[in-house]
């Protein structure tokens, strides 16, 4: 047991060792500078005062000088190649290559282009490819896709003489086709073509010719340094001009050319580029965009210094002769020194380590990728460095990249609420200080965090700091405002004569006896000297070399100057091609270290021609995670294979908890089982609940453990037999319920019981018992709100967007049960709710006050005002207190009284106004009567007035029926316990209609308004004596109880006072 565990720790060891780094992939780039083209190109050719000319595949030619641009558009295909010189008047004459169009002679100028020649060759005449050009000296030598070719002006100047192969082997190729890829030159008397049948070396002076690697399709070209470089397949052979092999070399793959530049050699195909600095190490980079097929001229120094020109599809590249890509390729954004070591920080933010004299850097630190540092400075073992969220921070640092990562974390020093423009670590032995200028001012952090400002340099923006070696000063540079310096012994002063200057980015100071300052501004380098100036722009800081030497930064590159004669002098660039970063620019040891986007460039003072790249190790990543997981891997096997005795016994305790889980969860269903039959049961679950309680899974004995599980587990299954035999019963019962029912759902209800009757599925019971008893508890649920709703509506005024016709809509809902399904009654029933719920918002509010505006008006409208209708206007008023949320039923019904006691009033004047009708109709005919000569009497004279006068007893019938129907409602104990009609149609109801209308109604009038013939005073005197006077007692108590007189109490007992 222990052997294995042995085994198992050691090979997690093993690959905690080999996988807690992982590697870091680096993609190379050429750094390139792109300029890009509307149209496809096919050829780069160099030309006289640094013109470079760009050829297209449709016959468009460019002509590139510095910022210039000119286009020529020679109406021809794809441009192979372009040679120019300058003719007698001065116009630039150029040999140009065409695809099938042969070898053409081209006078160029600012107006445009103008072909003076095309020269033909045997048999295909101007149908053949010229695919390079070379002039020397009075000869054109041309490589076409028919041989090898030469123009002589003084022997042949009109056609071109094959120089290889041979004629005679020219004339035995059956299609007359022998590819020359390219020409190269050497010293002016030896030409190189590259051909499909080897390389052919052709001796300019002798006029003779060999041929090398015969029998070889040869892709290209090339002499660099007196080697022949010959390109075949994916071989590369290196020969001395002589055509001696000197080396062999396999290539990953075929590229079609090769070329040398700034000491990289360049061997490029159609999607790759293969770069090497010794010829034994290769990098292969693939390409963003395609190299033209078939095309060989397309890469050429650049005109300018430190750059290639490479030709892709459709763009032209710039390419950078310092690539950085064999001295690690890593960007270096800040450096610093202290004592025996340099530190450089990556923009990876991994922070390296060189110790002087050593040209090799090691990893010893990494910060988070979202810390963005952009100043850093050591002390002893400390390191400062500031952010640009305007932290300042401290972090110990060790040589050991594991003890940084686990132990060592960074401390905030100080943190600005503005922005800190520079910085400078003083180190002293009593504690660092930090001197940081903020913006606008300067202030000054000592070893605790405590940071003092500095009252001079308030509102001063501060740009640089720089201290002499072994002076003791220190001096500051400010935007506007001058340099300042402190020594140890004065405060800040500022340096006279420097405070017009302005824009002032950097300053360095000489170390002789009277120290002389040099300021860089955003336009110029100054001394002290008014009349020493140099103009200069884009710069970004100066480092200090010697007394008599010192360089500046610019965008690009590096600038030398020197101090001569108290002046200063602008000794050259160097290395064009490299953006250096100022934060990581120092010098040590007499040498200049120079931080770039490619890594550390170290160069001797004054001997900018021997440059040492720093080497950067392998990046490598210490990954933590791992680490950590590793650990918990070998922590865990070991507490399992000590702890096997506590596994078993833990799994036999989680077996009887599962158990008990499931016992619970039976006892569970048991009383859920109870509750859907509602049988009585809560004693007998708790009992069977604290049995399970007291089961105790640490028991030792654990057979008496199991047994009672066992016996729980048989008392449950009984106990659910006996549920279920209850569950059946209650659902008989519910059938029986639903089978009294007249729902619409009766049928299918009772068909799922009956099915799940039959089943003897427990559970499809329990879900036939549950889904009966939630759709029992709806229907009863509907029936009993509905009538609870619609007694709130009775006797409440019913008004449209309010309330209109809910009463009736609530009352309907058990009709409707029986006509469809339980569901749509119950979404009908939730409306009507949410319609009930809209009668105690604001909006019905406004429509009920508006109605009541309405009643206002209709009251006013009353022709003769009265103490009824006094006291029903004090009713509208009363009625208007209950307007809150929670008196909104109250309100209607106390509106509903008032409205109908205005329609009484209403009735009651209109029935006046036909009695008026009626009297005028009869006194109107009663006069034509008068003067008929025979003239009418008693009944034929009635049957007259009753025929005239038809459509006003007929509306005064309607309108007692609609009086007493009123009354029926607002005052049943007057009509049905005082006065005791039987009847509304009886006459004495009738005749009292008419009297509460107009007593003063003539009483011979009454039989005709009612329709009647003969004489109706015996009614109006029982109706008086018998109903009127007879309960004056009880109509004046009634009327008490209707104060304020809103009754028509009051017109009954006007009629007997």
């Known amino acids: 047991m222990r052997t294995n565990i042995s085994y198992v720790i050691i090979f997690l060891v093993c690959v905690f060792v080999t996988a807690s780094c992982e590697k870091v992939e680096k993609i190379n780039t050429l750094g390139e500078t792109e300029y890009c083209f509307d149209e496809r190109l096919s050829s780069l050719s160099s030309g006289a005062d640094s013109i470079v000319w760009v050829g297209g595949e449709t016959g468009a030619l460019w002509r590139l000088r510095g910022d210039e641009r000119r286009i020529y558009d020679i109406g021809e295909d794809r441009i192979y190649k372009v040679v120019s010189e300058k003719n007698d008047s001065r116009k630039e004459i150029c040999w140009i290559g065409v695809r099938n169009s042969g070898l053409q002679k081209w006078e160029m100028d600012e107006h445009g282009a103008r072909n003076l020649k095309t020269y033909f060759i045997p048999q295909k005449k101007n149908r053949y490819s010229p695919y390079d050009i070379a002039l020397i000296r009075d000869s054109v030598y041309v490589a076409t896709s028919q041989g090898f070719y030469v123009l002589s002006p003084k022997a042949s100047p009109d056609s071109l003489r094959l120089l290889y192969p041979s004629q005679d082997v020219w004339d035995s190729l059956y299609n007359k086709s022998f590819v020359v890829n390219n020409l190269c030159s050497y010293k002016d008397s030896i030409l190189f073509a590259s051909t499909e049948q080897g390389v052919f070396l052709f001796d300019m002076v002798r006029h003779a010719g060999r041929v090398i690697h015969p029998r070889r399709f040869v892709d290209h070209v090339s002499v660099c340094n007196d080697t022949l470089f010959v390109l075949s397949d994916n071989t590369l052979f290196l020969n001395r001009t002589d055509g001696g092999l000197l080396k062999e070399i396999q290539l990953e793959f075929a590229p079609k050319l090769c070329y040398r530049a700034g000491g990289v050699y360049y061997l490029a195909g159609t999607d790759n580029l293969l770069l090497s600095d010794d010829l034994e190490k290769f990098v292969l980079i693939p390409l963003r965009r395609k190299i033209p097929a078939g095309c060989r001229n397309v ?11 490479l030709l892709t599809e459709r763009a032209l590249w710039r390419v950078p002769h310092h690539l950085g890509i064999f001295n690690g390729d890593i960007s270096v954004k800040a450096a610093c020194m202290e004592a025996d070591f340099l530190y450089y920080l990556t923009s990876g933010n991994e922070l390296y380590r060189q110790r002087k004299g050593e040209f090799s850097a090691s990893q010893i630190c990494s910060f988070p990728k979202e810390e963005q540092i ?13 952010n640009t969220r305007q932290e300042v921070k401290r972090l110990k640092v060790s040589g050991n990249l594991m003890e940084n990562r686990l132990f060592h974390s960074p401390a905030t020093v100080y943190r600005s609420k503005d922005k800190i423009t520079a910085s400078w670590l003083k180190k002293k032995k009593d504690g660092d200080e930090l001197l940081l ?46 340099i300042f310096y402190v020594s140890p012994d004065t405060a800040f002063k500022p340096v006279s004569g420097t405070e017009k200057n302005s824009f002032i980015r950097d300053l360095i100071a000489t170390e002789g006896y009277r120290p002389a300052l040099i300021t860089l501004t955003n336009h110029h380098i100054l001394s002290q000297n008014p009349d020493d100036t140099l103009r200069v722009r884009g710069h970004n800081r100066l480092l200090y070399a010697n007394d008599t030497l010192f360089y500046a930064l610019p965008e690009f590159g590096i600038r030398k100057f020197s101090i001569s004669g108290g002046r200063i002098c602008d000794k050259g660039k160097y290395y064009t091609d490299i953006r250096f970063n100022p934060a990581a620019a120092f010098v040590c040891n007499g040498r200049l270290c120079l931080g770039s986007d490619l890594g550390v460039l170290t160069i001797g003072i004054d001997r900018e021609d021997v440059p040492r790249w720093v080497a950067f190790a392998p990046g490598s990543t210490f990954n933590l995670r791992f680490v950590v997981i590793t650990a918990i891997l070998v922590l865990g096997i070991i507490a399992l294979a000590v702890g096997g005795y506590f596994r078993r016994r833990s799994s036999t305790k989680k077996q009887i908890l599962r158990r008990m889980e499931a016992l619970k969860g039976r006892v569970d269903d048991l009383e859920l089982l109870y509750d859907l039959s509602d049988e009585a049961s809560r004693e007998e679950v708790a009992c069977l609940r604290a049995e399970i309680e007291t089961i105790d899974p640490d028991a030792a004995e654990r057979k008496k453990t199991y047994a009672l599980i066992t016996r729980l587990t048989n008392d449950i299954i009984n106990r659910n037999r006996e549920a279920t035999l209850c569950l059946l019963k209650k659902l008989k019962e519910q059938a029986e319920w639903i089978a009294g029912t007249e729902a619409f759902d009766k049928p299918f209800m009772l068909a799922e019981a009956a099915e799940a009757e039959k089943s ?90 508006r109605y009541v505006e309405q009643m206002r008006c209709r009251l006013d409208e009353i022709a003769q005002p009265d103490k009824v209708s006094e006291g029903l206007g004090i009713r509208i008023d009363e009625a208007l207190l209950c307007t809150r949320r929670d008196e909104r039923i109250r309100l209607l019904r106390l509106l509903k009284q008032a409205d109908d006691r205005l329609s009484l009033l209403e009735i009651k004047e209109e029935i006046a106004a036909s009695i008026g009708e009626y009297r005028h109709i009869r006194e109107g005919i009663t006069a034509a009567n008068e003067r008929l000569v025979n003239k009418k009497f008693d009944k034929e004279l009635e049957v007259k007035i009753a025929s005239g006068a038809k459509e006003v007893v007929r509306r005064v019938d309607r309108l007692i029926l609609s009086m007493y129907e009123v009354l029926s409602v607002t005052d049943p104990v007057l009509l049905n316990d005082i006065l005791r009609f039987s009847s509304y149609d009886h006459q004495q109801a009738r005749v009292l209609a008419l009297l509460i209308a107009n007593p003063r109604v003539k009483r011979t009038d009454v039989p005709g308004i009612l329709g009647l013939y003969g004489n109706l005073n015996p009614v109006i005197s029982r ?20 104060y304020p007189a809103v009754g028509f109490v009051y017109y009954i007992l006007e009629l007997i006072d």
């Open 299 to 309: 890469v050429m120094p650049d005109p300018n210094k430190d750059f290639t020109l």
């Open 374 to 386: 952009v100043w850093m400075d050591m002390s002893g073992n400390r390191l400062y460095y500031r």
């Open 437 to 482: 200028g903020v913006q606008d001012g300067l202030v000054i952090v000592g070893e605790d965090g405590g940071a003092d400002t500095v009252s001079v340099f308030k509102d001063r923006y501060v740009t640089s700091f720089f201290a002499p070696r072994h002076s003791g000063l220190l001096y500051l540079s400010t935007l506007n405002d001058g």
């Open 760 to 849: 003897n599925n427990i559970e499809r019971i329990k879900s036939a018992v549950s889904g009966n008893e939630q759709w029992m508890n709806l229907l009863t649920g509907l029936e009993r709100e509905s009538v609870r709703y619609a007694e709130d509506m009775e006797g409440c005024l019913e008004l449209e967007g309010v309330n209109k016709g809910l009463r009736n809509e609530f009352l309907l809902l058990k009709e409707k049960t029986a006509q469809m399904p339980l569901d749509k009654v119950n979404d009908e029933f939730l409306k009507l709710k949410r319609a009930y719920g809209h009668v105690f918002s604001g909006d019905a509010l406004a429509l009920i006050l």
């Open 1023 to 1042: 109706l008086i004596n018998n109903k009127i006077k007879a309960n004056e007692q009880e109509l004046k108590e009634y009327l008490k109880e209707e």
